[in-house]
């Protein structure tokens, strides 16, 4: 990976030389992106859609990072005025370069550039130009079957600027794809060609975001005829986030609810530990790891708060709270209106973390009809959302997903662990 070591400006009336610091990358990475695009496919018009793609890579060790990349469904308008279904959710390991662009030959589709942008060793001003190897990962029906592709990407520095008034870098970057069968990834793919061309923003430090927004053309060839043109845009923010103190949002939630003490998850066979809103953190003990086998995987327990049929627990994606026994007509996503005061006091919960972003994501005990389980988890996730976001949450910050029977709690062989099991999830998410 090329790294960053000189950029000098060359003005109208001076020449100034600025360094570009080498302080690092953030401990924690929120990445978005964005796809804008029309669609032909065997040259009829399909219309415009709009995907969304969004994670959080935490450091791991040295330039390692791991996490999660949450699919939108794909919509027909960008405009997201409800809250966003997530179609799948995908966990992710990544090597990052020092200039924070994921390096090429990682596995996995996200995101679908790498060792991008890249810049020289020597000096640059304004208008050098200069090429770069780099990577495209060709995923365009997002079914998880992917082709990495070689690009040769030839770059052009602008000049400084700003973007979301952090001082930094624009440059503009152009591609070409071109992909014949033979050559790894889609053994049902023929070609593809298309053409790119990138408008990229580079911060001087490690506090602000890069970005890269892009215009883009590629024409798809399957076996069998079948041919697919898209174009329309990228753009893909990587933005360094402060991560979530999970102690203190524990203690946030219990203030809003005016409790007096909420209790933290602890490790099987330990006693919970209280949390008082004027205390120092109290860290949760790590339980075991998963014995092989094992039908339940083994996890912090879960910890009743003081608000009726809300638990509390840490998770891998950040802070669970566990809607139980909640009512619903049967066989339905409709909430009876007994649950109006549950919903009003966990809103004002999530109110009080502004900024974050809320996954809405529903469970279903297992009772042999994982397709029904699905549907009917991803539908009480929905309702929930809905609920939230008409008691103000907004709708830009919930996410929701029906997980159906695949997360278990508890066994599904009596009613009492099936009971367990068919629950709603708020992760207040890192």
């Known amino acids: 990976m090329l790294c960053i070591a000189e950029f000098v400006f060359s003005g109208f009336f001076a020449t100034a030389q600025e360094v570009l610091p080498q302080s690092g990358l953030p401990e924690l990475y929120r990445v978005v992106e964005k796809h804008n695009f029309r669609k032909r496919e065997n040259g009829k018009y399909q219309g415009a859609a709009y995907r969304e793609l969004r994670g959080t890579l935490k450091r791991e060790s040295g330039l390692d990072y791991a996490g999660r990349f949450y699919i939108l469904e794909e919509t027909k308008r960008a405009a997201q005025l409800v809250a966003a279904q997530i179609e799948e959710s995908v966990p992710v390991r990544l090597g990052l370069g020092k200039l924070g662009a994921v390096k090429a030959g990682n596995p996995g589709r996200f995101p679908t550039m790498r060792d991008f942008p890249a810049v020289p060793q ?20 997002f079914s998880g079957v992917i082709t990495p592709v070689p690009v040769h990407v030839e770059y052009q520095y602008v000049g400084p600027g700003e973007y979301k008034g952090f001082p930094g870098h624009y440059l503009k970057a152009k591609y070409a794809v071109r992909y014949r069968r033979g050559q790894g990834g889609d053994p049902e793919l023929d070609e593809v060609s298309g053409s790119h061309e990138a408008n990229i923003f580079l911060p001087y430090g490690k506090d602000g975001p890069w970005m890269v927004s892009e215009i883009f053309r590629e024409l798809y060839r399957w076996r069998g005829g079948r041919e697919l043109s898209l174009e329309g845009t990228i753009l893909t923010v990587f933005e360094g986030v402060s991560p979530l103190e999970r102690t203190e949002t524990a203690q946030r939630i219990a203030e809003v609810l005016q409790k007096p003490e909420l209790l933290v998850p602890a490790g099987p066979g330990e006693t ?15 339980g075991p790891k998963k014995p092989p086998g094992a039908e339940i995987p083994a996890r912090p327990s879960f910890v009743e708060t003081p608000l009726p049929g809300i638990e509390l627990r840490e998770s891998g994606e ?51 009809r ?61």
Not at 126 to 132: K, P, V
Not at 272 to 286: F, I, K, M, N
């Open 122 to 141: 020597e000096a640059i001003k304004e208008g050098t130009i200069w090429q770069a190897p780099a990577e495209r990962i060709l995923d365009p029906m």
């Open 272 to 286: 919970p530990q209280p949390v008082l809103p004027a205390t120092p953190p109290v860290s949760a003990p790590a």
């Open 370 to 430: 994982p397709e029904g389980e699905k549907q009917l988890s991803l539908e009480r996730a929905r309702s929930i959302a809905e609920a939230l976001q008409k008691r103000g949450v907004p709708a830009d910050k919930l996410l929701y997903e029906g997980r159906g029977s695949s997360q278990p709690v508890a066994p599904n062989t009596d009613a009492a662990g099936r009971e367990r099991n068919r629950r709603v999830e708020i992760i207040i998410l890192d």
């Open 318 to 368: 950040g802070v669970a709270l566990t809607l139980n026994n909640l009512n619903f007509k049967p066989d339905s996503a409709e909430l009876l209106a007994s649950e109006v005061p549950r919903l009003d006091e966990l809103a004002k919960a999530l109110l009080s973390l502004p900024g974050r972003t809320f996954l809405v994501a529903g469970h279903a005990a297992a009772t042999g």
